[in-house]
T-cell receptor, first 113, second 115 residues
Framework: DAGVIQSPRHEVTEMGQEVTLRCKPI?????LFWYRQTMMRGLELLIY????????DSGMPEDRFSAKMPNASFSTLKIQPSEPRDSAVYFC???????????FGSGTRLTVV | DQQVKQNSPSLSVQEGRISILNCDYT??????FLWYKKYPAEGPTFLIS?????DKNEDGRFTVFLNKSAKHLSLHIVPSQPGDSAVYFC??????????????FGKGTSLLVTP
């Protein structure tokens, strides 16, 4: 298995633009997580899904952020409109259990200028 | 409000010596704890875990100690090697590995092991 695949690896965008981050989880994993890493807050949970259903989105910063999982092999995290404070590394992870066995992707480094 | 706290952003240790990374937590419901290791430009990878029924778990050079009364855990690396240089994240969850809750992570501690 190729592991958790995230795209793009790097994204530079202008403030106000829409940004879409993509994630392909490991086949067979039924949990998918979106985390954001910043110096100030470390690894911060944004949202997670179980069997494609959002379970907890309380970490999503505000309405500008949305996430979808239309099927078991694909998820997106969208920011519209983007702001400079959204600059961070966004990680997707998948697992068979809610708190164990996470496989993280390599992350998307987002820079909003 | 950070429920998992790693108060040392960085640590430098000489090769061959012991590295001790510390982690505190505030949520008394947490009973399952993990350490993840992260190299630059890569995602975090699982290192070692401990459940609250134990106070120590060892895996080769890595040992995690849990002090439930103090809500404190630590990761010991002995002996430290240059390849251990990475960011280490402490994580916690209530009610075990498949509780339905996602992991809470700390801010991370950057470990540098010098030759």
């Amino acid at each position: 298995d190729a592991g958790v695949i995230q795209s793009p690896r790097h994204e530079v965008t202008e403030m106000g633009q829409e940004v879409t981050l993509r994630c392909k989880p490991i086949s067979g994993h039924d949990y998918l997580f979106w985390y954001r890493q910043t110096m100030m807050r470390g690894l911060e949970l944004l949202i997670y899904f179980n069997n494609n259903v959002p379970i907890d989105d309380s970490g999503m910063p505000e309405d500008r952020f949305s996430a979808k999982m239309p099927n078991a092999s694909f998820s997106t995290l969208k920011i519209q409109p983007s702001e400079p404070r959204d600059s961070a590394v966004y990680f997707c992870a998948s697992s068979l259990q809610s708190s164990y066995g996470y496989t993280f992707g390599s992350g998307t480094r987002l820079t909003v200028v | 409000d950070q429920q998992v706290k790693q108060n040392s952003p960085s640590l430098s240790v000489q090769e061959g010596r012991i590295s001790i990374l510390n982690c505190d937590y505030t949520n008394s419901m947490f009973d399952y704890f993990l350490w993840y290791k992260k190299y630059p430009a890569e995602g975090p990878t699982f290192l070692i875990s401990i459940s609250s029924i134990k106070d120590k778990n060892e895996d080769g050079r890595f040992t995690v100690f849990l002090n439930k009364s103090a809500k404190h855990l630590s990761l010991h690396i002995v002996p430290s090697q240059p390849g251990d240089s990475a960011v280490y994240f402490c994580a916690a969850s209530p009610r075990g590995a498949n509780s339905g809750y996602a992991l809470n992570f700390g801010k991370g501690t950057s470990l540098l092991v010098t030759p």
